[in-house]
């Protein structure tokens, strides 16, 4: 009924930037929270950042003055701009929303992850 669809992942050398993109199709009628999370090999999934549906933020401290999370809400679409990249921040990303349908059901959705790699 909700899918979040991630992109933008990939490889990139220390120091530089991506930009991902999560968007969220279905029968919506609202998101509220945004969130990206992360994965790395052998470690326990965490937040990174979370945004409102209001724009208020919030930042894991390891991400913090690097990552901005930011969103669309006409087109229901979260973004995570990460700069200054570090191969700590290897990891799979995943895209999650707190959602609901037009029944007035409410969704927590995940996405399906992208692959970032930051090689040193």
């Known amino acids: 009924q909700v899918q979040l669809v991630e992109s933008g992942g990939g490889l990139v050398q220390a120091g530089g930037s991506l930009r991902l993109s999560c968007a969220a199709s279905?029968?919506?009628?609202?998101?509220?929270?945004m969130r990206w999370y992360r994965q790395a090999p052998g470690k326990q999934r965490e937040l990174v950042a979370v945004?409102?549906?209001?724009?208020?933020?919030n930042y894991a401290d390891s991400v913090k003055g690097r990552f901005t999370i930011s969103r669309d809400n006409a087109k229901n679409t979260v973004y995570l701009q990460m700069d200054s990249l570090k191969s700590e921040d290897t990891a799979d990303y995943y895209c999650n929303a707190d959602t609901q349908l037009y029944s007035g059901r409410i969704l927590n959705v995940w996405g399906q992850g992208t692959q970032v790699t930051v090689s040193s």
């Open positions: 279905g029968s919506i009628f609202n998101v509220y929270a």
């Open positions: 945004i409102t549906s209001g724009g208020s933020t």
